[in-house]
């Protein structure tokens, strides 16, 4: 039977399953109360707790364990008990009942191997729950982030229109010495769309905050906390060992495996119907009071023996098609993993792409174009003080300048959101994150002998 060990899934699998990593920092204490919740690790662990999908994916595991049992048990003994209306008169005496136990025995490798199968299908949910905590992990992490850009974007948005509405007196001062009232007319028209636009923020905000709270099991929280978040470095992942590390740890995969080999065993199990079963007996018969003859040898004493019965397993157009159904669904399984191991690759390397054009913008922005677009604005606000220039310049400036800071945290959100995606696909554990996660595999173990 082809099971993996438990020592080896500690050493490789579990640990991921155990600690789900994901690239933020500081250890703190965690509360999964709303007020509570600020970092990427907080949101997690209140995601793992109480998620009722990932509940439901590790109550299919549970059950499947409860089948391997089923599987390798004999069919139920019978015992049959027949009482003669009218006796049947034999040399020793009237026969009144007859009790006959038998018991079934199937043939040789059938019960082993519908364990095997029992067993390697509890294996797959296993790893379908290891699937599920990645993905409600990948899941939670790309929605916080979001969430926490839109918290930049609206931040952002108010202080440029505060910073807008602070010139209006200004402007409007030097309207009433003579200026142009047009200059005016723009400064209001751009703080209208700054505020709408800060307006349609919010709203998103809301939204977010609701798919948030639909995988924290929190439907009624109107507004999730803040998150506490910051830009990442400019590291990018090896291609190759990302690679390595889908083939080797991701769940998934790994759960498809174990339905190849699942499909397998069923196709021996198929095989081995085409055997008969045993059937063993033991007959007892009960003899009445023998009046008619006492003196026969033997009278009145109860007679026992054993039989043996075998099935007859003629209808072989049953059983070849039996062996083609099973095996044609072990090669669709073995399709599946092909294909899936084809996808999964694609997604690293669009992954992969996103991510290196994240972190190209991050540091585009974050080095180079943010510190002119500073400083433009300042040199604006200088010259329309001093009559140098117009309102137009200022509030081109101011405009770029928010734009390139919505851009960075765009691009920052980007980058985590990437990162993040590539190494649940990989599986990877916690190395040089700092984060640790504990989620329920740890309730689990995998099916062994």
């Known amino acids: 039977m082809t099971h993996f060990t438990f020592t080896k899934f500690r050493s490789s699998f579990a640990v991921l399953a155990v600690v789900l990593f994901l690239l933020v920092a500081p250890t703190t204490t965690h509360s999964s109360e709303p007020a509570k919740l600020k970092s990427l690790e907080d949101f997690l662990e209140r995601a793992f707790a109480e998620n ?9 595991y549970q059950a499947a364990m409860q089948r391997i049992p089923q599987a390798a048990s004999l069919p139920d003994p019978k015992l049959q008990i027949t009482h003669f209306v009218e006796s049947v008169q034999t040399r020793t005496g009237p026969q009144e009942n007859v009790i006959t136990l038998s018991q079934t025995l199937p043939w040789f490798g059938k019960l082993s191997r519908r364990k095997e199968a029992a067993s390697l299908e509890a294996e797959a949910l296993w790893f379908a729950y290891q699937d599920q905590q990645l993905k409600l992990a990948r899941a939670v992490s790309v929605a916080y982030y979001e969430y926490g850009y839109l918290e930049q974007a609206i931040r952002l948005s108010r202080e440029n229109r505060d910073l807008l509405q602070k010139l209006e ?16 007319l723009r400064l209001k028209v751009e703080i209208g769309k700054v505020d709408d636009r800060l307006q349609t923020l919010k709203q998103k905000k809301v939204a977010q905050s609701a798919k948030l709270g639909e995988l924290l099991a929190m439907p009624e929280a109107d507004s999730l906390p803040s998150p506490d978040w910051e830009a990442p470095d400019g590291s990018l992942p090896d291609r190759d060992s990302l690679v390595t590390d889908i083939r080797t740890n991701n769940p ?33 018969i009960q003899i009445d009071d023998p009046s ?42 073995e399709s599946k993993l092909d294909h899936r191991w084809n996808e999964l690759r694609a997604l690293l390397s669009a ?11 991050l540091e585009l922005y974050g080095n180079e174009l943010l510190g002119l677009a500073e400083q433009a604005v300042k040199n604006s606000r200088t010259s329309y003080e001093g009559g140098r220039t117009g309102i137009l310049e200022v509030i081109d400036s101011e405009r770029s ?49």
């Open 169 to 184: 007196p200004i402007v409007e001062a030097k309207v009433k010495g003579g200026a142009d009232l047009n200059a005016l």
């Open 252 to 284: 998934e995969l790994q759960m498809i495996e174990r339905q190849v080999a699942s499909a397998q065993a069923r196709h021996e199990i198929a095989r081995l119907e085409a055997y008969p079963d045993v059937t063993l007996g033991l007959n007892y």
């Open 351 to 361: 992954s992969l792409a996103r991510m290196q054009d994240a972190t190209r913008r």
């Open 292 to 333: 008619v003859n006492p003196m026969t040898p033997d009278a009145g004493q109860d007679p026992w023996g054993v039989s043996i019965a075998i099935n007859i397993p003629i209808w072989y157009p049953k059983y070849n098609a039996a062996k083609a159904e099973a095996l044609a669904d072990k090669r669709a399984v």
């Open 52 to 60: 009722p999908q990932l509940t439901a994916f590790e109550q299919r």
């Open 401 to 449: 300048l928010l734009d390139l800071q919505l851009l960075y945290w765009r691009a920052a959100a980007d980058a985590w959101q990437q990162r993040i995606t590539i190494r649940t696909l990989a599986g990877q554990g916690a190395r040089g994150t700092g984060l640790r996660v504990i989620g329920r595999a740890t309730e689990a173990v995998p099916p062994k002998e």
